[in-house]
């Protein structure tokens, strides 16, 4: 069974930082693309970041180019997503996807985590 | 940037009624289109890609069709546990973008 379990949320001050974790199991994790999407309160759901298998393509949502990188450990089966320069329209409930390509590197996310809280404040 | 239509924003049905999703693509897609359903405080969950393809465990009850601009989701009869919301998301480019959901209600 495909597991994906998101740590490390929480309550951060406008221009801080946080790391975000995803502890990935049921799976033969190197072989997939993974990545990261969120949802504001009440609001639809935004993809966000992606990274190949490999880590050697990384792909973002305009609005976080430059603030947030993403990144993937694959002796430990983990992907992280380290974010700064935080402001209050970030403020989301962060997933964790899998993500799958049949054909080239055309990924469809197949499988998401329970989300991790993530709230800019002061 | 892909733009993606849904229509309706929301509905209501009944039980047993057949579920029409309509989603729009504002270039062409060919069939890099997938379908979520999210209820309530839960994450969501795949239910169709490549436009027509059943993921793993989702039941038959649903299907997608369509190519390039225009898809569409079906239930083709509606229970109780398929409320919620629904969601088409194209992966033809980057940025990976969704349409702004259908709240289905029964």
């Known amino acids: 069974e495909v597991q994906l379990v998101e740590s490390g949320g929480g309550l951060v001050q406008p221009g801080g930082s946080l790391r975000l974790s995803c502890a990935a199991s049921?799976?033969?994790?190197?072989?997939?693309?993974m990545g990261w999407a969120r949802q504001a309160p009440g609001k639809g759901l935004e993809w966000v970041a992606t990274?190949?298998?490999?880590?050697?393509?990384?792909y973002y949502v305009d609005s976080v180019k430059g603030r947030f990188s993403i990144s993937r450990d694959n002796s430990k089966s983990s992907l992280s997503l380290q974010m700064s320069s935080l402001r209050a329209e970030d403020t989301a409930v962060y997933y964790c996807?899998?993500?799958?390509?049949?054909?080239?590197?055309?990924?469809?996310?197949?499988?998401w985590g329970q989300g991790s809280l993530v709230t800019v404040s002061s | 940037d892909i733009q993606m239509t849904q229509s309706p924003s929301s509905l209501s049905a009944s039980v047993g009624d057949r579920v029409t999703i309509t989603c729009r693509a504002s270039?062409?897609?060919?069939?890099?289109l997938a379908w979520f359903h999210q209820k309530p405080g839960k994450a969501p969950k795949l239910l169709i890609y490549?436009?027509?393809t059943l993921h793993t465990g989702v039941p038959s009850k649903f299907s997608g069709s369509g190519s390039g601009t225009d898809f569409t989701l079906t239930i083709s009869s509606l229970q109780p546990e398929d409320c919620g919301t629904y969601y088409c998301?194209?992966?033809?480019?980057?940025?990976?973008?969704f349409g702004g959901g259908t709240k289905v209600e029964i």
């Open positions: 996807v899998r993500a799958r390509s049949d054909y080239a590197d055309y990924v469809f996310l197949d499988y």
């Open positions: 049921g799976f033969t994790f190197s072989h997939y693309w």
């Open positions: 990274i190949k298998q490999d880590g050697s393509e990384e």
């Open positions: 270039q062409a897609s060919r069939n890099f």
């Open positions: 490549d436009a027509s």
């Open positions: 998301q194209q992966y033809k480019s980057y940025p990976l973008t």
